[in-house]
């Protein structure tokens, strides 16, 4: 055996090293009848490691052939199709990569898995972002490879339940328009482009890390790509990072085993799990403490799950990532608010949200629909027309900078529609823009501006809301971010802050920092 094969292969023996198990520990994740019709090609030019593979592959159920030719690869690639490819990164002839284009071209729906002995990071994510599902660094144990190839054959079983099921909508008459289905609406460049690249990277399982502003639409792109992603029949869980305190994300997202801690009562399944073969949605990632953060990146790497307070690998997950944020990741990297190694994981394919201040050509295409939406919603059993804006109220609409974006627009619109007489013409005074005005309240909102047009109860609930957001910036800010302080300031406890938070749509970042929302 070569010194190369030796350090590639590490044998099953080093398997509880790897990944804190016996191989003969790692839950299945699928049956073995279905891994006996997943077909497998394994190209490396070292004759050992590739047979060592190839042997422990076959005892998992897996149809694997094998090959050290590159030619003899995509001879074989060209003459049948194979659901998961194997192949080293560095060939006599070609290069994984240019064998990776050959499978994109003649087998585009097979999974393909990079190994390497030179694992760095650029290599990594320009594979990852060129096509590969996943890379396996060498030296690899036997458990490691069974990790990956178990989480790689329950992706092949999601994507043929997915293409089943899109063939039966396609038969039965489906919806067109994946993007409007979930929300997403506009003919502005910027948002065609984001549009466009989340298409193309949804039939991929590569992570996505969608950055913009807050209003602009982060969850609905994440929701997006997971309906077009062979994923599309399994589970889409979002999960806000500023909205859970730091002492409960751990639990929320890896679960608990009974007795972890005061009050764990019983074993809890984490988000991660539940997310197990979908898409789990981190938004707000740099809202995540540095330590969940460690544990995270291992999910991600090897699919190991271990939940809080055991001791032991409590199951393997497949599941595609999808991180958001409203900051700057690079200077969140700097900061040493994410962590760089996370950051290169999840930010496979970055795509940006424009602004609604950048996408003016949306804005009417955007109240329409709205004002369409809200009539039937609440005003539908009228059965009366809905009303209109004036050409003045559609000028202050497109003049407006908007800083809450598509959120922003949609709360006016619904006010609007649920406030206006059947068939009306809507004028620029009834439309409720909160303002920065001299004379305000507080300095922060006009009075005017928010109760204008509103009945007694409409207004007061509107101004107890300006005054929850602007308290809670006061008291957390006095506080320097700390909540624990900020609620004993506030005489409330932290549960109540935490809930104004997540009702208010905010971080205890943005509120010390408003200009970072």
């Known amino acids: 055996m070569s010194y190369k094969s030796r350090t590639a292969w590490n044998g099953a023996e080093a398997a509880s090293d790897h990944v804190g198990t016996s ?96 694992p760095s990071v650029e290599s990594n994510i320009e594979g990852l972002r060129s096509g590969a599902w996943d890379y396996l660094p060498k030296p690899f144990s036997a458990s490691h490879l069974q990790i990956v190839m178990g989480r790689a054959a329950h992706a092949i079983v999601v994507a043929k339940e997915s293409r089943a099921g899109k063939d039966k909508d396609r038969k039965g008459g489906a919806k067109a328009g994946a993007a409007q289905e979930v929300g997403i609406l506009g003919v502005s460049p910027g948002l065609k482009r984001a549009i466009d690249l989340a298409e193309r990277v949804a039939s991929t399982d590569a992570s996505v890390f969608l950055t913009g502003e807050s209003g602009t639409g982060k969850e609905m792109f994440a929701s997006f790509i997971h309906r077009l992603s062979r994923r599309s029949s399994r589970a889409f869980v979002p999960l806000n990072c500023a909205a859970i305190p730091e002492s409960l994300l751990e639990s929320e997202m890896f679960g608990h085993v009974e007795g972890a801690f005061t009050g764990a009562i019983r074993d809890k399944q984490g988000l991660l799990e539940i997310a197990h073969g979908g898409t789990l949605f981190l938004d707000e990632i740099t809202e995540m403490p540095s330590s969940i953060q460690a544990k995270l990146l291992r999910v991600i790497q090897d699919g190991v799950l271990r939940k809080v307070g055991s001791t032991k690998t409590d199951a393997v997950v497949n599941v595609r990532f999808i991180a958001a944020t409203n900051a700057d990741p690079l200077k969140m990297v700097a900061d040493g608010v994410l962590r760089r190694d996370l950051h290169y994981r999840l930010r496979v394919v970055p795509i940006h949200l424009p602004p609604l201040r950048e996408r003016l050509e949306d804005i009417p295409i955007l109240a329409q629909e709205f004002i369409r939406v809200f009539w039937d919603r609440h005003r539908g059993h009228e059965e009366a027309p809905p009303p209109e804006l004036s050409e003045d109220s559609w000028k202050a609409l497109l003049v407006r900078p908007w800083p809450g974006n598509v959120r922003e627009l949609r709360n006016v619109i619904e006010h609007l529609t649920v406030l206006a007489d059947p068939g009306s013409l809507i004028e620029p005074d009834s439309i409720p823009f909160i303002e920065e005005e001299p004379g305000s309240l507080d300095g922060t909102f006009s009075f005017r501006q928010v109760v204008r047009g509103a009945d007694y109860h409409t207004a007061r609930d509107r101004v107890l809301a300006e005054f929850e957001r602007d308290y809670l910036e006061y008291v957390v800010s006095e506080a320097n971010g700390n909540i624990s302080d900020a609620a004993r300031l506030a005489g409330v406890d932290r549960t109540t802050l935490y809930r104004l938070m997540e009702k208010h749509g905010t971080s205890r970042k943005h509120l010390i920092d408003p200009a970072a929302s």
């Open 23 to 118: 191989a003969s520990s790692v839950p299945a994740v699928v049956p073995r009848e279905i891994r006996e019709t997943i077909s497998v090609l394994i190209v490396d030019d070292e004759y050992t490691l590739r047979e060592s593979c190839a042997s422990l592959l076959t005892t998992e159920g897996f149809k694997v052939a094998v090959t050290g030719r590159s030619e003899e690869a995509i001879d074989l690639m060209r003459r049948r199709s194979f659901d998961i490819i194997l192949s080293d990164l560095y060939l006599p002839e070609i290069t994984g990569m240019e064998l990776l284009a050959v499978a994109q071209e003649h087998s585009p729906d097979s999974i393909f898995i990079i190994m390497t002995g030179n």
